[in-house]
């Protein structure tokens, strides 16, 4: 068989990489209690223009373990709680 190259002349991984995920990590993130979706649910776009940050910064603050931008996820989509958001940003304003 063989084996497959770059143009560098180097032969292909033929592996998967191994990711770090770990499936019981999200879960524990996500913030304990009902959600309440009478209020509008928007996407990490809208969350970036409301912040003036990029929307990888806004899934960096929903991941990340102390005090996580408060999000819920629906299959694969990430959606965000627009008055949850706000009393986030709110709790981070300097007194």
Not at 8 to 21: D, F, L, M, V
Not at 33 to 46: F, I, N, W
Not at 52 to 77: F, S
Request: with cysteine; glycine share 8%; net charge positive.
């Amino acid at each position: 068989m063989a084996q497959l190259r770059n143009i560098n002349g180097r032969t292909a991984p033929t592996g998967r990489a191994r990711s770090s995920y770990s499936p019981g990590t999200a879960r524990e993130r996500v913030a304990p209690g009902p959600v309440d979706l009478t209020q509008p649910l928007v996407d990490a776009e809208h969350v970036a223009r409301l912040l003036c940050v990029k929307r990888k910064r806004v899934y960096e603050l929903a991941r990340r373990p102390n005090d996580p931008l408060p999000c819920v996820r629906i299959g694969g989509a990430v959606r965000f709680v627009l008055p949850q958001v706000e009393e986030w940003v709110a709790g981070k304003a300097p007194d």
